[in-house]
């Protein structure tokens, strides 16, 4: 099964949209019925052709006995059931509709309840990241697995900042790249040590961290700048977002028996992004899909580890970037797919059919069809 990914206005106030997503060659369009601040493009919609969305919203109608202390905001740049409109006009081009549920990526929220964010070693706040080391966000991730497919009605459920966010984000003005931090670095400002994290850390873990950031350059990877103590932080990461992911699966089996789940996974113990860290699998999962938006020998390398994390009865996707800097070449987008394919995707997620020119579109079409 091919996926493209939209956003609900995407679709809403466009006679033409499913039509033309359908016409992309995919079975299912990932529709966003939770997503975070953005600023996009719309060069098909016949209304605007950018959108600012400035705050994280639920595309659904927001019930306020659903929700615990957190709870999501209702968009007012689009209709609050935006995603059911879409739904069901996606569903009469032919179309599956998964629904694309962002959790802890969520700065609305953050910015409320600033004692439930991600810290870094400094104590600096990340406005953007809840941290599921907390009850509350635990709770309120679980609150809004079951609202989507409770209201929403999907056919297949994915779920995207399935763990703790970091460092990397790209907020207003990002103005962080003059200090010269490298990976290593931004991997060691992505731990977190909030309320809810610190103690779980062994002893003098937040001054090793600190220690090595302001040593630049000093340590090729995270296990070296954090030495002995680096099996038990590897471990305490990677428990953090596997318990909110087999939270979250229990949930929605539990709300929903027959409806499959994808999970945006990354085999990298140290992830802390919109892809969360699975470095031992997760059998709970049908589909398990990795960023390939890099250098495509990483992006491959990433996708073959996860399939062998898979077992055999789930599917692995490569999420395919179709917009800049990707050239709108079908040739080369090809090339891409058969690649990814060969380190053993057998589905891909094509980003973005909202956000893409004509011309990409057309690339995206052309290089489903050259690789089928």
């Keep these: 099964m091919n996926v493209a990914y939209a956003y609900p206005w995407d679709i809403v106030g466009d006679p033409s949209a499913a039509e033309r997503i359908a016409g992309l060659g995919v079975e299912a369009v990932a529709l966003a019925a939770g997503y975070h601040a953005t600023r996009a493009a719309t060069p098909h ?3 605007h052709r950018v959108l600012d969305v400035p705050y994280a919203a639920l595309y659904l109608p927001v019930r306020p006995s659903s929700w615990g202390r957190l ?4 968009p007012t740049w689009t209709a609050p059931d935006a995603y059911l409109l879409a739904r069901d006009a996606l569903r009469s081009a032919g179309l599956q509709v ?3 549920t962002v959790l802890t990526h969520n700065s609305a929220l953050g910015n409320a309840n600033p004692d439930l964010v991600v810290r870094n070693a400094f104590g600096d706040p990340y ?6 080391a907390f009850e509350d966000v635990q709770d309120y991730c679980g609150r809004l697995v079951r609202e989507v497919l409770t209201v929403g009605g999907p056919d297949a459920l994915i779920l995207e900042s399935c ?3 970091g460092f990397g984000h790209q907020s207003t003005h990002e103005k962080t790249a003059g200090a010269d931090w490298t990976s290593t670095d931004g991997d060691l400002m992505s731990l977190c040590f909030c309320t809810a994290c610190a103690p779980r850390y062994p002893a003098g873990t937040r001054e090793r961290v600190r220690a090595a950031i302001d040593t630049p350059g000093n340590h090729p990877s995270v296990e070296d700048a954090l030495g002995p103590l680096a099996d038990e932080v590897r471990a305490v990461r990677v428990d953090l977002s596997a318990s909110l992911r087999r939270r979250l699966l229990a949930t929605a089996r539990e709300t929903t028996p027959e409806v499959p789940i994808t999970v945006h996974a990354d085999p990298d113990p140290w992830a802390a992004g919109s892809f969360a860290a699975l470095p031992e699998g997760e059998p709970g999962a049908d589909v398990l ?3 390939c938006w890099g250098e495509p020998a990483t992006d491959a390398a990433r996708l073959a580890r996860l399939t062998e994390l898979s077992g055999p009865d789930q599917r692995v996707g490569a999420y395919v970037l179709g917009l800049p800097p990707r050239p709108a070449d079908a040739e080369a987008l090809a090339d891409l797919l058969r690649t990814y394919a060969k380190a053993g995707a057998s589905e891909f997620h094509l980003y973005h059919a909202g956000l893409a020119s004509s011309r990409r579109l057309a690339a995206m079409t052309e290089a489903l069809r050259l690789t089928r």
């Design 163 to 165: 763990g703790p966010m």
């Design 45 to 47: 919609h016949p209304d």
């Design 289 to 291: 899909v990795a960023s």
């Design 127 to 132: 406005p953007h990241a809840l941290c599921p």
């Design 71 to 74: 709870a999501p905001l209702t």
């Design 98 to 100: 998964h629904a694309w």
